[in-house]
């Protein structure tokens, strides 16, 4: 990183080096506002978290007991936990399938959007813009009434309309299976606008003159799509799945509300409901904060490298 | 809501009264603790249950009998409390200084270090008169750290058409009304709406049968759901669950009515307010809830009346005819904050809300008020009887220091939603016993 | 968003065919609509399963607003009512007038105001910085801000409050905006440092050629190139400030300094959760705010995305 030569080339192209040479402190000049504002009040704060996973820290620290030192035990705590770990499974494996779900619609909606009319393309837009942009708080209450089981439209559609008796009364959220059916159903549908947007923006770029170049070649589309299409987005599509996979494993919300709605806690925890029900035990909390960074790392990590090789950081 | 709002205005008229005769109350001198230095001090109430009559009465006797210093009523949600209590009691600054908090709760927080000792005013506002659950729940070393503010009442509503149809009597012990709740049920109307997480209501067979969630035996809290007495109560409840309701198993206790007025239940237990929620069909004006003139307000007045002749109210039973079931209480209790700057000025304001008056404001307000000897206030109608004498005999929850984590971990809804699908009690019961004792200790 | 792929741009030649770079994504598009797929039969199918999604993604959001002109009555009953005929403006006409509604809603703007212009200017010099410079630390610093957003932040409240607590920020609009700020800064820098490295330096130098100060360079030029890439971000960035619950209940427990969503979830717990048709009223006029400054900046974003999104 030689930062060190004042000189910038006035004159025009510098197609291989492009980022101009500076004295170093004006790039720390102008990361100073964000950095001081992370730090203080989002670095601090889980710095913090992390050295209270070495103490012992609860409600009684909170209202000033000294806290004690404990080294690694909230964390041995935990691993030798089996629960722990059932939790852990599940919400990698959760992660993984809705990471792929949201992946696999979002391409296909993306690709169908370059396809079709403006009518169709901007209503298909707007609505995804508006389950996007409606508020987690209500969007998730309908969702709890749409499955609900004695007064929900799904069951009544089901056993009224197209006759499944045994759907009447059905419960969709008492069953973990079932449960996480359901949960998949949300998530991808609030996910499902980031991934269409940013993919669509990203197919509209793939240049028109290399595909009609395939065509010509006698390339299928199916062949265009795989060969050509999909390479030439290849940063975008890894840059999405890597979000959607930090965002899934950390999922919530969604989650928890669903839980409120009369699901078993226990069969349904995953890595997020599972730290906010250390509500008082801090430490704790924190040591399974860590634990998740851990686990987004390795699940991540692969892509991250590739990303730093190829310097696309 | 309509209708508890119109109630509301009653009672702040009869209360405004009583504001009015309790200026010159002789024990209410503030100079019996010194005077505190005049400051502005910080009260949270949650929900909406302690009403505008209620504040405004707190409000004007704190600042008359406290010259020069002001009280802030600042209303919480009780869905986000803990995390408030979690951060702001633990500020100078910021700390309320005296704050109402749920009797499940209370454990929690009294042994964090988060209220002030006032064990000095426990006999002064009532002492052995005090709900004794309640107070349990506020003790941490033999010293109280916070009161009992109210105990939300509870009764059985039963439909009375039901009840004549199918020839069933209001029962006298809790096995008949067992009996009662299997009798009304049918394929489309549950004999007794009892959803499968709700916890509430399922405490009461485990705690008339004399079981209990959990046990402290020295220092060590045990799970007590596989005793022989807690295993009777819930075998009771998986006959309930599966014989006498429809209600669903993933569901929990809110809205009970709802299936009530749909005609699908026959009766349902609730809090007493729950009476301004009964809307059946028959009875149903189509009086649009925006109407206020004076034709809609007799119409409206009509509907409640006609709701209330077909619905009948009572108390659950106990084990012989003549006792009473032993129930969970809701409620709350009051707490100083321990970090509070103005400990004589919350003090005071605890003493206030203590007097003889405000203790039967709330009564007229249809809470059981935390002084047992003001609850004749709620009136003699059959939904205050009912009320009183349930709340007589109610029960708390474990007074364990991590209790809130129990309810965190949503740990009896579960095992009661185990119950409700059918699940073996004695091993449910077991497995939740290693959970609580778990999560306990 | 996807904008964090992007390389430094390999620099064009020559001004002219760089300016032209905006409109590329029109030109683009114009050329995906008309080509690739072969019969018009083809096309109308495609279209026709277009609107069925898109039907069937909107539903919720139909239904949010159905209820709420229901009466308590239709909404609890054993058959759905689809659309609300005969319906009550009672429970909008409830939100409208309720005065700790436009109390919330001020502040939850106010928030928003700060927060936006506090992470867009913060995370667009940052950005600058990391994408137009070489510096030691460089790397470190993008990696730092990937990662942070990987760390759960559901216990991070106790710390963030005592820290607001010790600067008196309690209670306070714009201690609510500084950990919102922060919480939303790390993502924001990815996504401009990809739109700043998708505009060309070289831009800049000519216009200083052609006599303009750097200062005066950067806003004649590169700032309206950048306009669609920070539209983009903001609405991640009004999002997340609009709709957050857990640090707003911590921080703001004064009634009066309420944002939105603790204003509906006090809504639903003052109507003891029965009156749903209220509670849905007032989702939706929450909504509204959110789904005008959408539709408003839809356009700049999508060719916004377009202009980060791809390495150039």
Same mark, same amino acid.
């Given at each position: ?313 | ?47 909406? =249950? ?26 919480? =949600? ?326 809130? =984590?129990?309810?965190? =971990?949503?740990?009896?809804? !579960? ?17 939740? !016993? ?8 | ?312």
């Amino acid at each position: 990183m030689a930062a060190t030569a004042p000189a910038v080339d006035v004159t025009g192209a510098a197609p291989v080096t492009p980022r101009r040479r500076r004295p170093p402190f004006g790039a720390y000049g102008l990361l100073v506002p964000a950095a001081v504002v992370i730090g203080v009040a989002l670095g601090y704060p889980l710095v913090r978290q992390f050295v209270i996973s070495f103490q012992e820290y609860g409600l009684r620290q909170q209202f000033g007991q000294p806290a004690e030192w404990v080294g690694l035990a909230n964390y041995t705590d935990l691993l030798t936990d089996p629960y722990v770990w059932t939790v852990i499974g599940r919400s990698i494996l959760f992660c993984l399938l809705n990471a792929a779900v949201t992946m696999v619609v979002g391409v296909a909606l993306a690709v169908l959007m370059s396809r079709v009319g403006k009518v169709a393309r901007t209503t298909l837009q707007v609505s995804l813009l508006l389950a996007w942009g409606t508020p987690v708080l209500a969007s998730m209450t309908v969702w709890q009434w749409l499955f609900d089981t004695q007064y929900g439209v799904i069951n009544w559609v089901l056993s009224e309309v197209l006759g499944i008796d045994s759907m009447a009364g059905h419960s969709w959220i008492i069953e973990p299976l079932s449960f996480y059916f359901v949960a998949t159903v949300i998530v991808v549908w609030m996910s499902v606008p980031f991934v269409v947007f940013s993919v669509y923006a990203g197919l509209l770029q793939v240049p028109e003159e290399t595909m009609e170049a395939a065509q010509l070649d006698g390339a299928s589309g199916w062949q265009r799509f795989w060969g050509i299409t999909i390479p030439m987005m290849r940063p975008v599509l890894s840059i999405v799945m890597l979000l959607q996979v930090i965002w899934d494993l950390k999922v919530f919300t969604q989650i928890y509300v669903l839980q409120r709605a009369g699901a078993p806690t226990r069969d349904t925890n995953l890595l997020g409901t599972l730290i906010y029900s250390y509500a008082g035990e801090f430490s704790k909390a924190g040591a399974l904060a860590t634990i998740m960074l851990v686990i987004t790392l390795a699940l991540t990590g692969f892509y991250i490298r590739q990303m730093l090789k190829e310097d696309e950081l | 809501m309509k209708m508890l709002r119109f109630a509301a205005v009653g009672v702040a008229a009869a209360l405004t009264l009583t504001a009015c005769s309790s200026g010159d109350d002789p024990s209410s001198d503030p100079s019996e603790a010194g005077t505190p230095e005049p400051a502005t001090i910080k009260l949270w109430l949650n929900g909406t =249950d302690t009403g505008d009559a209620l504040r405004e009465y707190l409000v004007t006797t704190f600042e008359a009998e406290n010259p020069g210093s002001k009280l802030v009523i600042e209303e919480q =949600d009780w869905s986000g409390l803990v995390p408030r209590l979690q951060t702001a009691l633990a500020s100078e600054d910021q700390t309320p200084d005296v704050v109402e908090i749920g009797n499940t709760q209370s454990a929690t927080f009294t042994y964090a270090g988060a209220f002030s000792d006032i064990s000095d005013l426990y006999e002064e506002v009532g002492g052995a008169k005090l709900l004794q659950g309640f107070v349990d729940a506020g003790i941490a070393d033999g010293k109280n750290y916070a009161l009992p503010y109210y105990s939300g009442a509870r009764a059985v509503f039963y439909n009375k058409d039901m009840f004549a149809a199918a020839g069933v009597e209001v029962p006298t012990t809790i096995a008949e009304f067992g009996e009662a709740a299997k009798k009304l049920q049918s394929d489309s109307v549950s004999g007794f709406w009892f959803p499968g997480q709700d916890w509430y209501n399922g405490a009461t067979w485990l705690y008339t049968a004399g079981g209990d969630f959990a046990v402290q035996e020295g220092d060590e809290w045990k799970g007590a759901l596989s005793e022989p007495k807690s295993i009777e109560g819930l075998e009771q409840v998986a006959d309930l669950f599966a014989n006498a309701t429809n209600a669903p198993a993933d569901s929990d206790s809110n809205e009970p009515w709802v299936p009530f007025n749909a005609g699908q239940a026959a009766m349902f237990s609730a809090p007493t307010w729950a009476r301004w929620s009964i809307d059946l069909p028959q009875c149903n004006k189509g009086v649009d809830p925006d109407d206020t003139s004076d034709e809609a307000k007799a119409l409206r007045g009509e509907q409640q009346a006609c709701n209330e002749e077909h619905t009948g109210v009572f108390a659950m039973p106990g084990n012989a005819a003549g006792d009473y079931a032993t129930a969970f209480a809701g409620g709350s209790n009051i707490a100083v904050a321990a970090k509070s700057k103005n400990q004589d000025l919350a003090k005071s304001l605890v003493r206030i809300i203590y007097s003889p008056e405000f203790q039967q404001m709330l009564g007229e307000n249809g809470l059981i008020p935390g002084n047992t000897e003001y609850a004749s206030s709620m009136g003699d109608d059959v939904y205050a009887q009912a009320a009183i004498s349930a709340a007589l005999n109610a029960k708390l929850t474990p007074a364990a220091e991590k209790w809130a =984590d129990v309810e965190g =971990d949503r740990i009896l809804e !579960d095992f009661f939603q185990q119950i409700a699908t059918g699940a073996d009690v004695a091993e449910a019961a077991a497995a939740a !016993d290693q959970l609580l004792a778990d999560t306990l200790n | 968003m996807s904008a964090l792929a992007t390389p430094p741009a390999p620099a064009p030649h020559g001004v002219p065919e760089v300016a032209s770079a905006p409109a590329r994504p029109a030109r683009r598009r114009a050329s995906a609509e008309s080509g690739r797929t072969a019969s018009p039969l083809a096309r109308r199918l495609l279209g026709l399963v277009a609107v069925l999604v898109a039907l069937a993604w909107v539903f919720p959001i139909y239904w949010m607003i159905n209820s709420a002109f229901l009466p308590l009555n239709k909404l609890q009953a054993p058959d759905p009512t689809f659309l609300p005929f005969g319906g009550t403006l009672s429970n909008f006409r409830g939100v409208v007038q309720d005065p700790t509604f436009w109390a919330a809603m001020r502040v939850s703007l106010a928030v928003v105001v700060i927060v936006l212009l506090a992470a867009l200017m913060f995370a667009f010099l940052a950005a600058l910085a990391v994408s137009r410079f070489r510096f030691r630390g460089r790397k470190s610093f993008i990696l730092t801000i990937l990662v942070v957003q990987m760390i759960p932040a559901e216990g991070l409240f106790i710390s963030q409050y005592q820290m607001l607590d010790g600067w008196d920020l309690v209670n306070k609009v714009s201690g609510l905006a500084l950990v919102y700020t922060a919480a939303i800064l790390p993502f924001t820098i990815w996504m401009l440092r990809g739109f700043v490295a998708g505009v060309p330096i070289e831009l800049e130098e000519a216009a200083m050629v052609d006599g303009l100060s750097r200062v005066g360079a950067f806003f004649r030029i590169t700032f309206p190139l950048l306009a669609p890439g920070l539209v983009a971000s903001g609405v991640y960035g009004f999002l997340q400030a609009w709709n957050e619950y857990t640090l707003a209940l911590v921080v703001m427990t004064d009634p009066a300094q309420r944002t939105l969503p603790l204003w509906l979830q006090g809504l639903v717990e003052a109507n003891r959760a029965t009156d749903w048709g209220v509670v849905m009223a007032g989702a939706s006029v929450i909504a509204i705010p959110v789904i005008v400054f959408f539709l408003f900046v839809q356009g700049k974003m999508t060719s916004g995305l377009v202009a980060g999104a791809v390495k150039g």
